[in-house]
Nanobody, 121 residues
């Protein structure tokens, strides 16, 4: 079994900051790219940021300069530091982990259950 669990969401005022975290655990052999996605009400899920196992990052244009993704390979965790939050950042934030399952030895994507981030005016 593999578990991916997000934490750290909540309510924050516009202009504020918040950090969300994601932990992967279970039958994991190798972790590859980790990423954050978000889905606002009535909208499709969209990519927010990715980080490869080597530390290369990629951001959606809407969050560049405001959000920072990082990871701790030992702890099998990925973080998203969100600064200068805007009302339009309100969404459920999901973590996705691409990994090699230790039993099947295949690369698979695992998603967390999501954490709500609400930005108020």
């Amino acid at each position: 079994q593999v578990q991916v669990v997000e934490s750290g969401g909540g309510l924050v005022q516009a202009g504020g900051s918040l950090r969300v975290s994601c932990a992967a655990s279970g039958s994991i052999n190798i972790i590859g790219t980790m990423g954050w996605y978000r889905q606002a009400p009535g909208k499709q899920r969209e990519l927010v940021a990715l980080i490869t196992s080597g530390g290369s990052t990629n951001y959606a244009d809407s969050v560049k300069g405001r959000f920072t993704i990082s990871r701790d390979n030992v702890k099998k965790m990925v973080y998203l530091q969100m600064n200068s939050l805007k009302l339009e950042d309100t969404a459920v934030y999901y973590c996705k982990v691409n990994l090699v399952h230790s039993v099947t030895r295949t690369w698979l994507d695992y998603w967390g259950q999501g954490t709500q981030v609400t930005v108020s005016s």
